[in-house]
């Protein structure tokens, strides 16, 4: 009995290829697994093409809501955001990838898994990891690392060879990863880091310089740190993020350009458009600044760092993850409200939150008086708070001789210096 395995398919030219070599070059049969997270496909043509190009059996497996509730919006509460810029779009498709992956291989009994992410890339350790991570005995097989074929033209001669439908031979000048949380684009003329990217590169987001004059203002609801409506409607979380990618995009919101630090050591430059993602993230960072204490902000942020890094990295399913996870949910108890967005060409800005959970007082903080607030109070807090700098400057003042304290003190240059008496005073 042949052996079996689970390739994750999308019906492009180098998965069609692979699936072919697996069943020819290796002798497996071949179950393809097309996993949807967002990314428009026609599923129909989809599986008729894998049937047709050798798979015994096609699985089309819709994970969008799986994706937006355990994956986009844990991010989201983690405050996670990788070197300062990447809202982790592709990384957080991966691990949810490779568990459904995972899934369909023991429930068909297969023996291995194969996955298209080429030897350069974070995918292949992003699949490889949750594999691992969830079901150690099974065997990957990642041909790009194993073949023969080294390029586009070697891969449209192998499929011309097993008459596999190719369409289009050219190649699109950008490689693209598209799913519910943002598309992607790297490669091309993106390679050169002084070569500044046109629009013609984006596909969700209107150029800012073309946006609308006028500015949009929106309200996004969050409960427990999860968004949940716009402009008080209600919307479920697949529902919620698309219209968001529709308003963020309409604006020219959430278009990055970055070089990014990759986990297997090489710097590579794309251009990421994350609209609905990036109007989400601004409301909850904003919502949390209202409801956060002080050190709980301040450590959440070191944390946040470490998470987007773990994201990235593949280690979804590793036991600190967990840890940071459990964290997270705590901190989130109260991130509950309302959050105004105004977006203006590329732009978005929080302009105003409120939340039954606020730790702002206005009777505190008012400049009028108030009967919650002494503020003799203050003159001891900032005695005690001084007291280390009062100390260390009285042990300087006592190991310096006279004359070096009258130097310091009038070390001013005189040009700069103008004084004034009563004289100077016109009558």
């Not at 697994?33 to 050798?54: F, H, M, P, R, S």
């Not at 409801?291 to 600190?320: C, I, N």
């Not at 840890?323 to 989130?332: G, N, R, V, Y």
């Given at each position: 009995?042949?052996?079996k395995?689970?390739l994750?398919y999308?019906g492009?030219l180098?998965?069609?290829v692979?699936?072919?070599w697996?069943?020819?070059?290796?002798?497996?049969?071949?179950?393809a697994a097309?996993?949807?997270?967002g990314?428009?496909?026609?599923?129909e043509?989809?599986?008729k093409?894998?049937l047709?190009?050798?798979?015994?059996?096609v699985y089309?497996v819709?994970?969008?809501?799986?994706?937006a509730?355990?994956?986009?919006?844990?991010?989201?509460?983690?405050?996670?955001l990788?070197?300062?810029?990447?809202?982790l779009?592709?990384?957080y498709?991966?691990p949810?990838?490779?568990?459904?992956?995972?899934?369909i291989a023991?429930a068909?009994?297969a023996?291995a898994?194969?996955?298209?992410?080429?030897?350069k890339g974070?995918d292949?350790?992003?699949?490889?990891a949750?594999?691992?991570a969830l079901?150690?005995?099974?065997?990957i097989?990642?041909?790009w690392?194993m073949?023969?074929l080294?390029?586009?033209e070697d891969?449209?001669a192998?499929?011309?060879?097993y008459?596999?439908?190719i369409?289009v031979t050219?190649?699109?000048?950008?490689?693209?990863?598209?799913n519910?949380?943002?598309?992607?684009?790297?490669?091309?003329?993106?390679?050169?880091p002084?070569?500044a990217?046109?629009?013609?590169?984006?596909k969700?987001c209107?150029?800012?310089?073309?946006?609308p004059?006028?500015?949009k203002?929106i309200?996004?609801?969050?409960e427990?740190?999860?968004p949940?409506?716009?402009?008080?409607?209600?919307?479920?979380?697949?529902?919620?993020?698309?219209?968001?990618?529709?308003?963020?995009?309409?604006?020219g919101?959430g278009?990055?350009?970055?070089?990014?630090?990759r986990?297997?050591g090489m710097?590579s430059?794309?251009?990421y458009e994350t609209?609905?993602?990036?109007l989400i993230?601004?409301?909850?960072?904003?919502?949390?600044k209202?409801?956060?204490?002080?050190?709980t902000?301040?450590?959440k942020?070191?944390?946040?760092q470490?998470?987007a890094?773990?994201v990235y990295?593949?280690?979804?399913?590793?036991p600190l993850?967990?840890?940071?996870?459990?964290?997270i949910?705590?901190?989130?108890?109260?991130?509950?409200?309302?959050v105004?967005l105004?977006?203006y060409?590329g732009s978005?800005?929080a302009?105003?939150?409120?939340?039954?959970?606020?730790?702002y007082?206005?009777?505190?903080?008012?400049?009028?008086?108030?009967?919650?607030?002494?503020?003799?109070?203050?003159?001891g807090f900032?005695?005690?708070?001084?007291?280390?700098l009062?100390?260390?400057?009285i042990?300087?003042?006592?190991?310096?001789?006279?004359?070096?304290?009258?130097?310091?003190?009038y070390a001013?240059?005189?040009?700069?210096?103008?004084?004034?008496?009563?004289e100077?005073?016109?009558v």
């Amino acid at each position: 009995m042949k052996k079996k395995v689970v390739l994750a398919y999308s019906g492009g030219l180098d998965t069609s290829v692979i699936l072919k070599w697996l069943q020819v070059e290796k002798d497996y049969e071949v179950i393809a697994a097309c996993i949807d997270v967002g990314q428009k496909e026609d599923y129909e043509a989809v599986w008729k093409k894998a049937l047709g190009t050798g798979a015994s059996k096609v699985y089309i497996v819709d994970v969008k809501e799986t994706f937006a509730k355990d994956y986009l919006f844990n991010g989201i509460k983690s405050g996670a955001l990788y070197e300062d810029d990447y809202l982790l779009g592709t990384a957080y498709a991966r691990p949810l990838i490779a568990k459904i992956l995972v899934d369909i291989a023991i429930a068909e009994g297969a023996q291995a898994i194969s996955h298209g992410a080429t030897g350069k890339g974070n995918d292949q350790v992003r699949f490889e990891a949750g594999i691992k991570a969830l079901a150690p005995e099974l065997e990957i097989i990642a041909p790009w690392r194993m073949w023969s074929l080294k390029s586009r033209e070697d891969c449209i001669a192998y499929a011309q060879k097993y008459h596999i439908p190719i369409g289009v031979t050219k190649k699109d000048i950008y490689s693209r990863d598209e799913n519910l949380w943002h598309i992607s684009h790297e490669g091309g003329n993106l390679e050169d880091p002084w070569h500044a990217h046109t629009p013609d590169v984006y596909k969700w987001c209107v150029s800012p310089e073309h946006a609308p004059d006028v500015p949009k203002e929106i309200v996004l609801a969050f409960e427990k740190g999860v968004p949940v409506a716009i402009d008080g409607v209600l919307m479920n979380p697949v529902d919620l993020i698309s219209k968001l990618n529709q308003i963020g995009g309409a604006h020219g919101v959430g278009i990055i350009d970055i070089v990014e630090n990759r986990l297997v050591g090489m710097k590579s430059r794309g251009v990421y458009e994350t609209p609905g993602g990036t109007l989400i993230y601004q409301a909850h960072k904003s919502i949390e600044k209202l409801v956060l204490d002080r050190q709980t902000m301040g450590f959440k942020k070191m944390m946040s760092q470490k998470y987007a890094e773990m994201v990235y990295d593949g280690q979804w399913f590793s036991p600190l993850k967990k840890a940071l996870d459990a964290f997270i949910e705590a901190t989130q108890e109260n991130v509950t409200g309302e959050v105004k967005l105004k977006l203006y060409k590329g732009s978005c800005q929080a302009i105003a939150t409120k939340s039954p959970y606020s730790l702002y007082n206005e009777q505190f903080v008012t400049f009028g008086e108030d009967e919650v607030y002494n503020q003799k109070d203050a003159e001891g807090f900032i005695n005690l708070f001084t007291l280390p700098l009062k100390i260390k400057a009285i042990m300087e003042m006592d190991q310096k001789s006279e004359g070096d304290q009258i130097s310091e003190i009038y070390a001013l240059e005189p040009s700069k210096v103008k004084t004034y008496g009563l004289e100077d005073v016109a009558v």
